[in-house]
């Protein structure tokens, strides 16, 4: 079984010798990997697994492994990840993903506009990367346990909200 020690120093190694996309697509199979290992899943994203728990924390690089645990129905409005990226991959349950087109970024005083682009599900072992700038937001009805990787640590970082647009067919 992979540890988190080794997990994480594989992720600082993908990143040192890549540092932009094709770094956190190797991040991101590699979550997909540990994802497929029932022993790594049961002992980091158990059941019980809290909606944010910090894994490890790079001390050079800043990036952020985290497991997070949902009992019930919950969803978010779309985001970013501001200055960072983040890759989910799913642990067991399912969340339905949305995907959205930036229409206006957000200001301190007006949110960010964003309008649907597609929806899908994803299910254990799947792992996706939502880079820097790229709007998402989950959506899950019932229990899900998720393993993800935060380019930055997200608690530390202020975000600007993003709203849902709907747009008339005349305007698309």
């Not at 996309?21 to 990997?33: F, I, P, Y």
Request: net charge negative; glycine share 8%; proline share 8%.
């Amino acid at each position: 079984m992979t540890t988190i020690e080794q997990f994480a120093a594989q992720c600082r190694d993908a990143i040192m010798l890549n540092p932009g996309t094709a770094g956190r697509e190797k991040v991101r199979s590699l979550v997909a990997q540990v994802l497929a290992e029932p022993d790594f899943v049961a002992q980091y994203i158990p059941e019980g697994t809290p909606e944010r728990h910090v894994l490890y924390e790079d001390p050079d690089m800043g990036f952020a492994i985290l497991a997070h645990g949902y009992t019930g129905a919950k969803g978010s409005n779309p985001h970013d990840h501001g200055p960072s990226w983040a890759i989910y991959g799913q642990a067991a349950g399912e969340t339905i993903m949305t995907d959205w087109e930036c229409l206006a970024r957000p200001t301190e005083s007006t949110p960010g506009k964003a309008k649907r682009i597609r929806d899908y599900v994803m299910r254990p072992g799947d792992a996706y990367l939502y880079d820097i700038g790229v709007l998402h937001s989950p959506e899950r009805k019932a229990a899900t346990r998720l393993l993800r990787i935060e380019g930055l640590n997200m608690a530390k970082i202020k975000r600007l909200p993003y709203q849902a647009v709907e747009l008339s067919p005349a305007a698309e």
